[in-house]
């Protein structure tokens, strides 16, 4: 099964755009996990219980696990093992590095870990790309149009591209679009909710690939422009993400039902805008 076969499967499954992003930290844990000496893996435990039925992917960022030293990587280890089998896990590493270092990363995500996708800087060009693309069941997701406030300090600069001025972003597009055609069906992009302009052009850039959508929530993106040009020309559905609006819902002992009730309000609101949009 390739990852968007999965994706799909899981979409339809859960009628799901829904992606709940596994970032833990420890200052922010519910009350009742401070009686814990390791609350990692317990509150995601929770957090994956409570929302599996309600999600098409998990996307735990590395960066809230190494800052945890080991015990960080082993609880990271020991959710990704926990999560249904039928759901695609993205590790959010934003990996960019020369070819032999990307081949060590790319083997230690796919094959040691296990994960479905990951997500991929694209700056250092395809030789650090390539490593993420050449596993058929495997994507990767590259960095075009961030959701941080700081994504135009580059990625809306004019550049020129063949004599033609372009931006950055337009540009990553473009190599990405030269690597799925090599690598088929393995290459998303990372297009965020808080430029839905950007979103709406870079759609029509690349209307057949996948895109993980992360500023929802807490970064206050455009979650109706996410919707109207976030699936691909064939119907697979963008990934949508979303953290801490739904891990951190609540800090009593409420958290569990908290963090589920704010997962549905949000997946039966995307699920309003798609009807919307093809009435």
């Not at 800052?67 to 896990?89: K, N, Q, S, V, W």
Request: charged content about 20%.
């Amino acid at each position: 099964m390739t990852f968007l076969e999965k994706l799909l499967a899981a979409q339809s499954h859960n009628r799901s755009w829904l992606c709940l992003g596994l970032d833990p930290v420890l200052a922010k844990m519910p009350l009742p996990l401070h009686k814990e000496d390791d609350p990692l893996l317990p509150f995601n435990k929770a957090m994956i219980d409570a929302t599996a039925d309600l999600v098409c992917a998990y996307k735990p960022n590395l960066a809230f696990y190494l800052a945890e030293g080991a015990a960080g990587l082993i609880a990271l280890e020991r959710t990704l093992a926990y999560i249904p089998d039928h759901i695609p896990i993205i590790l959010d590493g934003k990996f960019g590095d020369i070819g032999s270092t990307a081949e060590m990363i790319a083997r230690g995500a796919f094959e040691v870990w296990g994960v479905d996708a990951v997500t991929v800087n694209p700056y250092v060009g395809e030789d650090g790309v390539a490593p993420f693309l050449q596993r058929p069941d495997k994507a990767a997701f590259v960095l075009a149009r961030t959701s941080n406030p700081g994504a135009a300090d580059f990625q809306t600069r004019r550049v020129f591209d063949m004599d033609e001025l372009t931006t950055l972003a337009d540009l990553v597009v473009q190599c990405a679009l030269a690597w799925d055609a090599k690598y088929p069906g393995t290459c998303g992009l990372v297009v965020g909710a808080t430029a839905p302009k950007a979103l709406t052009r870079l759609r029509a850039l690349a209307p057949d690939l996948p895109f993980l959508i992360p500023g929802i929530g807490a970064q206050g993106g455009d979650l109706a422009a996410s919707v109207r040009y976030g699936p691909t020309r064939s119907g697979i559905g963008p990934i949508i993400t979303v953290s801490r609006a739904i891990l951190f819902a609540s800090s009593r002992v409420d958290y569990v039902e908290a963090a589920r009730a704010a997962a549905r309000q949000l997946r039966d609101q995307i699920n309003a805008l798609r009807e919307a949009n093809t009435a």
